[in-house]
């Protein structure tokens, strides 16, 4: 498979590490407006906003503020402020009603205001560390079921939603099918994030040699989940090319998918690969229930 993408234009991707995120949803999904609005301002042509901008965090709140995607307050307001200002935007997400389960969803919209894709998280944040935290949204949230590639004017960018970083195969799958960047808002707290988040965004980012970004939502300790904050772009070299700290604010990166093109020229992992060898796991191998591996026969 060829390493080399088609030609794409730079771009400016705004991360917004949206803050005030309280009860009132109608004031949360205004004040997301109003900073997508700066960040087009700003002169960015793909924004991202946070994991669960329209509500508190928490499985406690997911029924509460769900909607369903065909009749949102919440979807109604990305699509307009994308024609508005005419970007692409990712949406954060959004707890999901739908069929009588509910979702934490991601939509995409195109500078026309039309949604281009949703992406159901795929990976449930069900984690237990002893005496720090206990989250467990497989209580309240149902997965999706697929990946989420998404063609724009600036080349193929793929969308996962927090969690969904610790799984590098959704990354390496984007990359193979000729994603330049991908996005993830999440929103890692106070025990994984000082350990993992930037970690795992540079990972996924010199693993597959693509940009990798992630939006968080700003810190709030009066709040019942703490988010780590610090969204960050990295680049296809594995370096950080903007950050930020804990409060409120727009992180901004210039992309360029001729970067990826350089480095997969330089470095030409995807032409090394040795598939003959380790093949697909999933196809090659089975684990039994005590989780040892073992090879098909």
Known sequence: MSSILSPASKFKLALIQLGNTGADKAHNIQHARSKVLEAAQNGANV???????????GTQFFDEYA?????????????????????????GSIPERSGGKLYNTLTVYDPQGTMIATHRKVHLFDIDVPGKIRFIESETLSPGDSLTMVDTKYGKIGAGI?????????AMIAARKGCIAMLYPGAFNMTTGPMHWELLQRARAVDNQIYVAACSPAR??????????????????????????????IVYADVDPEQVNTIRTSIPLYNQRRFDIYGDVAETAVVDKDGNGTKKQ
């Open 67 to 91: 909607e369903e995607l065909s009749n949102s307050p919440t979807v109604n307001m990305l699509s307009s402020v994308a024609k508005e200002t005419g970007i692409y935007l990712f949406g």
């Open 162 to 170: 927090c969690y969904d970083i610790r799984f590098p195969e959704m």
């Open 220 to 249: 709030d300790m009066a709040a019942s989940y703490h988010a780590w904050g610090h969204s960050t772009v990295v680049d296809p070299t594995g370096m950080v090319v903007a950050t930020c700290e804990e409060s409120e604010t």
């Open 47 to 57: 924004v991202v906003l946070p994991e669960c901008f329209n509500s508190p965090y």
